[in-house]
């Protein structure tokens, strides 16, 4: 019989939701710095990214050829630090083969923001590639669990899903799905006081927060 052999286990493990950190094994978790976290970040979501573009958003206070400098620099100290080569730095970036990062695993982690609470307010084209980042993010975490309620209803665990609905409509309170599919299940179980009540429920929460009503799908 010939075997296959096993791919090479990642060497650097990079963990981008929640408080950034990573991790060079065996060793124990290191911190990220606010820079280069927001660097891994950009790398793993667009996987080539321009080496210049990179550079003005992480530096915009500086010209061109000094933020070439620190973000030569920068990726050095990583790289020494790590003790794994980690980008391939030409005109354009990307991250090498041996570095997993969280965002791309599947399942993702449940909870947890991009780059956590780092605060990018100072530079102004990465802060607002970060927010669509961290809104994409969301969505993809709240589909995921959504997905995972539904395969509970299939299975017909509908008290589990129900649970599960409830903390994903009280982490984001104006995900309409998860609405949707909270009052499906309450009608599933048969309790239709509680599937009204969660539209209503719903229903004063878009109101408060967005002035609207519900879409007609879930009226």
Known sequence: MIRMAAEPMPTVQVTLIGTPRWRALPQPDQPLSRKDAALLALLALEQDAARDRVAVWLWPEVSLANAR??????????????????????????????????????????????????????????????QAARAALLRRQLDQRIGRAAQLEAEGALAAAIALCESIV?????????????????????????????????????????????AAETL
């Open 69 to 130: 400098l620190n973000l030569r620099q920068r990726i050095y100290k990583l790289r020494q630090a790590c003790g794994h080569t980690l980008i391939d730095a030409g005109a354009t970036l990307r991250l090498l083969p041996g570095v997993a990062v969280d965002l791309c695993t599947d399942p993702l982690p449940d909870r947890g923001s991009l780059l956590g609470d780092f605060d990018y307010g100072d530079l102004g084209a990465l802060d607002d590639w970060l």
């Open 170 to 214: 009280a982490d984001a309170p104006l995900y309409e799905h998860g609405w949707r599919r909270l009052m499906r299940l309450h009608y599933l179980r048969g309790d239709r006081a509680a599937a009204i009540g969660a539209f209503e429920r719903f229903e004063q929460q878009v109101g408060a927060e967005l002035g609207t009503r519900p």
